[in-house]
């Protein structure tokens, strides 16, 4: 990963089978990710989702490939239009 690309956050679940399709699906789209948390959600589940990171330029891209997805569980996409989620809490 280039240090000088910002990354945003796309959706958020407890589920690693999501991850695992998530992860399918944009190894083979050319999207640069990182998925955050990912082993946290197995040690300590339902306490912190994991998160998906996008490269910012290929967010939405990401978020069409992913929208017919029936993910599982607990599934948290922020408003595409906000651009404050970058691994923190949504404000409600």
Known sequence: M???????????TFSPQDIMIIKS??????IEYYVQGENGITVRPFVDPAR???????ADDA???LKD?????????????KDNDK???PSE
């Open 2 to 12: 280039k240090k000088d690309v910002e990354f945003v956050n796309i959706l958020r």
């Open 25 to 30: 699906i944009l190894d083979g789209s050319g």
């Open 52 to 58: 998906v990171m996008v490269v910012k330029e290929q």
């Open 63 to 65: 978020l069409e490939l």
């Open 69 to 81: 997805l029936d993910l599982s569980f607990y599934v948290y996409r922020p408003d595409r239009h």
């Open 87 to 89: 691994g923190s809490e």
